[in-house]
C-alpha cells in the first residue's frame, strides 16, 4: 500500500451538497449550451422565423447568465414564457397535434429548459430532448450532412453527461472520454442497424404532415395561371438502367395523363386499373431500377411503356405491393408513396398503346367545352378542311405551329379566359403547358382524340456512378394523339419550338437571359463536376443507408448465407454478436488492467508464491519486515529474499526507478525457487 | 430486530434484503483487508436516469419504425451502443479498487463513529465520481491516478458497545449517470461506543473513597493550571490553551489540577438504587471524565469488572471500555488491534 501518497481526505457531509449542484457549473454548461446549439441548427431550415429567434435568444440569455455567474430566472416568469410560447405555437399551426407543432414546442422547450436548470435530473432532461431534436431533424432531412450534425450533437450530449458526473476532470479528458463511449458505442450501432428486425412501417396511420412528399407534378394543369416558373434542382428520381439508357428522345416518364379540360384547367380522368397492362409490350425492352423520391401520388412515373414481363416489377419501401396498370399507359401504386422507394422495373419504348381503344376513351379525348378559345377552333377547322385522314391534320397541326414562331420561355406573360386563343395569336410566349395544352385544344377542334401527358422527360446521367438522375426541373407535359392502327402517338409540341429542351434539357432552350439557378447552370463546369460527385455520394447514402430496409435487410443476411431467418433467429444472431461486442470491451477494461505496474505485478507473483509455501505476507508488513520474517523461516535462501525484498522497497518507494532496474527484479523473481 | 410493533412491510423488506445480501453478495461475516474488487463482486444496474433514457429510446424506436427513418434507427441505436459501452466503463471504474479498513477513534454513546477507509487505485488513469455509503450516509471522492485516499464516514452512534461498520456500498455512477455500478462489503472494522456522558452528573464522590487517603495538596485551588495535554473532540472549549495556539501550538487543553493523587473509587453498586444500568453507565461515564479532567487517580468497579486506581488517557480508555461492554448483549466482532485501545 503506498500510503506515502496519501492525496487528501474526504470528509462526510459535503456529499450531499456535490450530488445536487445549486446550478450548472460554467464547464457543464457550456458543453450543454453546445449540445442544444448543434441540435437546434439543422432545425433553423424548416422552423417558422420567430421560433429560431426566439430560441436564439433564449440560448443566449442562457449564456449570459452563465457568463455572469447568476441564478436561474424566477420560476413564474419562466411559467409566463412558457405560456406565452405554447400560445404562440398555437397561433402559429392551429392546433398542437401533428408533427410541425410538435417539433416547434420541443425545440422552445428546451431552450426553456436550459434556462430552468437547477439540479442535474433538469441537465438529463434537456439531453434527452436534444436526443429527440436530433430525431425530429430526421424527418424533413436524411443527408449525410445532418448525419454527422447529428453525430456531433450526440457526442456533446454525452459530453455534458460527464461533465456533470464528474465536474472535476478536465476539459480534453472530458471530450476524450466522449469520443471513446462514442467510438464504442458505433459497433452496436452497426450491428443493430444490420440485424435489428426490420418492420414496414408505419404501425399506425401517419399524421398529414409526417412526410415531406412534395410533388412537382400536380394532378390539375391551367397554363397561363403561372407566370413564374419556378425551376426547382430537387431530385425526383434516380434511375439505373442495366443496359444503356435509352436515347434522351425517348426518356419520357409518365405521370398523370388529362383528358379533361374545362376551357382553363385540365383534370386528369379517373382511369380503369388492371394487373396487367392494356397493351402488348413489343420492341426493344430496356430493364432499370428506379429510385422514387416520395412524392404523395401513386404515380410511379415508369418510362414508356411499362409491362409486366418475368421479373419486371418489383417494388419495396412503403409503396411495395403489386403494380397496377391503367387503360392510359400509366404505371400505379397501390398507395400515394410516402418514402423513398425502389423498383426494378422494364420499359419497351417501341410499344403501341390503344390499339383497340374504347369509344368512351376517344369520345373523351375529343371534348371540348363550348364557348371557349373560339379563334383557336376556328384555326382547326381550317386546318381539319378536306384532309383526309387524321393524320394528314396531324401534319398540318405540327407544321402550323412549327411555322408560328412561338418561343419557349419559362416567364411566360399571365393568359386571360381564352388562354389557348390569346397563346396562339397574341403572346406566343409560354412553356411545355402551353406548347401541349394549344396542341391538344388544335387536334381536338379538328375532330381528331388526343389528350395531354405530364410527367418528367430527359434527365442527366451522373457520370460518377452512372446513374440517370431526373430533377423537378425536368417535369414536362406533352400530348397524345390517337391515330387509327396505330393506336396513340407522342408528339412533343415543346419541341415544335425548342427542340433543345427535349435533346439537351432545359437549360440549353431558354433564350438568353433567363437565369436558371446556380446548381443547374451549364457553364460551370467546376460546379457541376462537384455537384455531380455529392449527388454521387448522397445516392450511395440514399441506397445503402437511407434505403435499407426489411427487403434489403433479407437480401443482405442471404449475402451472409443465412437464408431464411425470422425473428427468433434475427434476435439470436443479434445477441451473439452483442455478447462478443461486450466480451471485446470487457476485454479492453481489463487489458488496460494488467498493462499497468509490472513492478507491483512482479512484487504480487512472487508475494502469492510464498503465501502458498505458507508464508503470507501480513497486511500491515512492509517489504522490509516480511524479508527479515522470511529470512528467519526460510535461512538457507536468505540472502535471496533479503535482496528481492529490499530491491521491491527500493524501487517502490525510493527515487530513480527505471524500466532496467524493474526488469531485473521481474527475472529476480521469476527465477526464484522455493526449495 | 424486528420487534412486533414494527410494520410488517419494513419487517420484510429487511428479511428480504438480509437474504439478497447472503444468497447474492455472500455476505456471511466480516472479511479482512484489503477487499480487492474483482470481477464477481462488482455489480450493475441502471439508475433512475438510464431508465428514463431506456423509455425515451424505446419511444424513438417506434418513431423510426413508424416514420422508416433510417438515421433515426441510427441514431437510437447509437445511443444505445454508448449506453452499453457506459455499463463497461463504470464497471472498470471500481474494477481492481482495493479497501482496507482503516481505524475508528472510540465515540461517545450520541455522536457519530467515524470510520476511515484507505481506498487504493493502482492504476494508472483517474477514477472520478466514486462513492462510499454505510448506513445512510455517504462520502464522494475522487482518486488520482495511482493514489490512495482516506475517505471518512460519519455514522451515528446510537447505542453503546462494539458498533461494527456494517454493510457497506462503494458505488459510481460515472460515466454518464445512467448506470450504477456497486459492490457489497462488510468490511473488519468496528468501533467502540462508549456510554453517553450524563448531562449535569452530581460531583464526584470523593469523601466515599476507600480509606480516605486522598493527597490533598497544599495552597491548592480546584482551578489551578497544571498542564497541557493534546486537544481531544470532547474538550471543552473554556479549555482550549487559546494563548498556546495564538503562539503557533497546536490545539492544546490546559487541565487543572485541584484534588490532584486523590483516589476515588466509582463503584456500580453505591449509586442510587433508582437508577436504571444504562443511567449508572452514564453517570459514571461523566464521572470517569470528570477525574480524568480533574486530575485524580480513580479506580472503577463494576459487577463485571473491577479496574485499579490509575490515571491517564489509557486508563481512561481502559475504564470507558468496561463500561462500554458492560454487559453488552453483543459479543464483540472479531477483536483488532485497529481500533482497540
Not at chain 1, 392551429?94 to 408533427?99: A, L, Q, T, V
Not at chain 1, 407543432?101 to 441537465?123: F, H, N, Y
Not at chain 1, 375529343?366 to 377552333?377: E, H, I, Q, T, V
Not at chain 1, 390517337?482 to 425548342?498: H, M, N, Q
Amino acid at each position: 500500500m503506498r500510503a506515502e501518497r496519501m492525496r487528501h481526505d474526504a470528509h462526510a457531509g459535503g456529499a450531499i451538497a456535490s450530488l445536487t449542484p445549486p446550478s450548472l457549473t460554467l464547464q457543464q454548461g457550456l458543453w450543454l449550451l453546445a449540445a442544444a446549439g448543434v441540435t437546434l441548427a439543422p432545425h433553423a431550415s424548416y422552423l417558422p422565423w420567430w421560433i429560431i429567434t426566439a430560441c436564439a435568444s433564449l440560448l443566449g440569455w442562457r449564456a449570459w447568465l452563465l457568463w455572469q455567474r447568476r441564478l436561474p430566472p424566477h420560476r413564474v416568469l419562466l411559467l409566463l414564457l412558457t405560456l406565452a410560447c405554447g400560445v404562440a405555437v398555437r397561433q402559429e399551426y392551429g392546433h398542437f397535434f401533428g408533427k410541425d407543432p410538435g417539433v416547434a414546442l420541443l425545440a422552445l422547450l428546451l431552450c426553456l429548459k436550459l434556462l430552468e436548470i437547477r439540479r442535474s435530473r433538469d441537465v438529463r432532461a434537456a439531453v434527452l430532448l436534444c436526443f429527440f431534436l436530433q430525431m425530429a431533424v430526421f424527418f424533413e432531412d436524411q443527408s449525410p450532412l445532418i448525419a454527422l450534425a447529428a453525430l456531433s450533437g450526440t457526442w456533446l450530449a454525452v459530453v455534458t453527461l460527464l461533465a456533470l458526473a464528474d465536474a472535476n476532470a478536465a476539459h480534453r479528458a472530458q471530450m476524450r472520454t466522449g469520443a471513446l463511449l462514442l467510438a464504442q458505442g458505433l459497433p452496436f450501432m452497426l450491428m443493430l442497424f444490420l440485424l435489428f428486425p426490420r418492420v414496414q412501417g408505419p404501425l399506425w396511420g401517419l399524421p398529414a404532415d409526417a412526410t415531406g412528399a412534395r410533388s412537382g407534378l400536380s394532378d390539375t394543369m391551367s397554363p397561363g395561371s403561372i407566370s413564374d416558373l419556378s425551376v426547382s434542382p430537387d431530385i425526383a428520381f434516380r434511375v439505373e438502367f442495366s443496359g444503356s439508357p435509352p436515347e434522351p428522345s425517348a426518356r419520357y416518364w409518365r405521370g398523370p395523363v388529362f383528358t379533361r379540360f374545362d376551357g382553363r384547367t385540365w383534370r386528369a380522368e379517373r382511369p380503369i386499373e388492371a394487373s396487367t397492362p392494356f397493351y402488348t409490350p413489343s420492341g426493344r425492352r430496356f430493364d432499370y431500377r428506379i429510385t422514387l423520391e416520395p412524392h404523395d401520388q401513386r404515380w410511379l412515373l415508369a418510362l414508356d411503356f411499362p409491362g409486366a414481363g418475368a421479373g419486371a416489377v418489383r417494388g419495396d419501401g412503403a409503396g411495395a405491393g403489386p403494380i397496377r396498370f391503367t387503360n392510359l399507359a400509366q404505371a400505379l401504386l397501390p398507395r400515394p408513396l410516402q418514402s423513398r422507394s425502389r423498383f426494378e422495373l422494364s420499359a419497351w419504348p417501341g410499344t403501341a398503346t390503344g390499339l383497340q381503344e374504347t369509344a368512351a376513351t376517344l369520345t373523351a379525348a375529343l371534348a371540348l367545352p363550348d364557348g371557349f378559345n373560339p379563334r383557336s377552333r376556328e384555326l382547326a377547322r381550317q386546318l381539319a378542311a378536306g384532309a383526309g385522314s387524321d393524320a394528314v391534320i396531324l401534319d398540318r397541326v405540327v407544321s402550323y405551329l412549327s411555322e408560328s414562331r412561338l418561343t419557349y420561355t419559362l416567364k411566360p406573360p399571365l393568359l386571360g379566359r381564352d388562354a389557348v386563343d390569346e397563346f396562339l395569336f397574341e403572346t406566343r410566349r409560354g412553356f411545355c403547358e402551353h406548347f401541349a395544352s394549344a396542341f391538344t385544344v388544335l387536334l381536338r377542334g379538328a375532330g381528331v382524340p388526343a389528350r395531354v401527358v405530364a410527367g418528367y422527360q430527359g434527365g442527366e446521367v451522373n457520370p460518377i456512378d452512372g446513374n440517370l438522375v431526373v430533377r423537378q426541373s425536368d417535369a414536362h407535359a406533352w400530348a397524345e394523339v390517337w391515330l387509327g392502327g396505330r393506336g396513340w402517338v407522342r408528339v412533343d409540341p415543346t419541341a415544335l419550338a425548342a427542340p433543345q429542351r427535349i435533346e439537351a434539357g432545359l437549360a440549353a432552350a431558354l433564350p438568353e437571359g433567363e437565369d436558371l439557378p446556380l446548381m443547374m447552370r451549364q457553364d460551370l463546369g467546376w460546379l457541376r463536376n462537384l455537384r455531380h460527385r455529392w449527388e454521387a455520394l448522397a445516392n450511395a447514402w440514399d441506397q445503402r443507408v437511407l434505403g435499407y430496409n426489411p427487403e434489403r435487410q433479407r437480401e443482405f443476411l442471404a449475402s451472409l448465407g443465412f437464408g431464411k431467418v425470422g425473428w427468433p433467429q434475427l434476435v439470436a444472431l443479434m445477441s451473439g454478436v452483442g455478447l462478443i461486442l461486450i466480451g471485446g470491451l470487457m476485454a479492453w477494461a481489463s487489458w488496460q488492467r494488467r498493462l499497468q505496474d509490472p513492478l507491483e505485478r512482479s512484487w504480487q507473483v512472487f508475494c502469492k508464491r510464498l503465501a502458498r509455501a505458507g508464508h503470507p505476507r501480513a497486511p500491515w508488513e512492509g517489504p522490509h519486515d516480511y524479508g527479515r520474517r522470511l529470512a528467519l523461516a526460510l535461512p538457507r535462501q536468505a540472502d535471496e529474499l533479503l535482496r528481492i525484498t529490499a530491491s521491491y522497497a527500493r524501487l517502490r518507494y525510493g527515487s530513480g526507478a527505471n524500466r532496467a532496474d524493474i526488469r531485473a527484479l521481474n527475472r529476480q523473481i521469476r527465477n526464484f525457487e522455493l526449495q | 430486530m424486528p420487534s412486533a410493533t414494527q410494520p410488517l412491510a419494513s419487517t420484510l423488506r429487511r428479511a428480504s434484503r438480509a437474504m439478497v445480501d447472503r444468497w447474492l453478495f455472500r455476505l456471511d461475516r466480516p472479511e479482512p483487508s484489503p477487499i480487492v474488487l474483482h470481477q464477481r463482486r462488482i455489480y450493475v444496474l441502471p439508475t433512475n436516469a438510464g431508465l428514463g433514457l431506456a423509455v425515451s429510446l424505446l419511444a424513438m424506436l417506434i418513431a423510426s419504425i413508424n416514420y422508416s427513418l433510417s438515421l433515426g434507427f441510427g441514431l437510437t441505436f447509437l445511443i444505445a451502443g454508448i449506453g452499453i459501452a457506459s455499463i463497461i466503463h463504470a464497471f472498470r471504474n471500481l474494477f481492481g479498487l482495493s479497501l482496507s479498513a482503516g481505524r475508528c477513534e472510540p465515540a461517545f454513546c450520541g455522536e457519530s463513529a467515524r470510520f476511515v477507509f484507505h481506498v487504493t487505485n493502482s492504476r494508472r488513469w483517474r477514477r472520478p465520481a466514486l462513492r462510499l455509503r454505510l448506513h445512510g450516509g455517504e462520502t464522494a471522492f475522487d482518486l488520482a491516478a495511482a493514489d490512495v485516499t482516506n475517505v471518512e464516514l460519519a455514522s451515528p452512534a446510537t447505542h453503546r458497545g462494539w458498533l461494527p461498520a456494517g454493510r457497506m456500498t462503494l458505488e459510481t455512477t460515472w460515466p454518464l449517470g445512467l448506470i450504477r455500478a456497486w459492490s457489497v462489503f462488510l468490511p473488519d472494522l468496528a468501533c467502540i461506543v462508549y456510554p453517553q456522558p450524563e448531562r449535569a452528573p452530581p460531583p464526584l464522590p470523593l469523601g466515599a473513597a476507600e480509606g480516605g487517603n486522598g493527597r490533598r495538596l497544599a495552597n491548592t485551588g480546584d482551578e489551578d493550571f497544571h498542564g497541557l495535554r493534546p486537544y481531544r473532540d470532547s474538550d471543552s472549549p473554556r479549555h482550549v490553551a487559546w494563548k498556546a495556539l495564538a503562539r503557533g501550538a497546536p490545539l492544546l487543553t490546559k487541565q487543572y489540577a485541584g484534588h490532584r493523587g486523590e483516589d476515588v473509587v466509582l463503584d456500580w453498586h453505591t449509586l442510587p438504587a433508582t437508577l436504571g444500568d444504562e443511567q449508572r453507565l452514564s453517570r459514571l461515564t461523566a464521572w470517569l471524565l470528570a477525574a480524568e479532567r480533574a486530575g485524580h487517580r480513580y479506580a472503577l468497579k463494576l459487577p463485571s469488572a473491577r479496574i485499579d486506581a490509575g490515571q491517564g488517557e489509557p486508563h481512561l480508555h481502559r475504564c470507558l471500555r468496561a463500561l462500554a461492554l458492560h454487559r453488552a448483549s453483543d459479543t464483540p466482532p472479531a477483536e483488532s488491534n485497529r481500533d482497540a485501545r
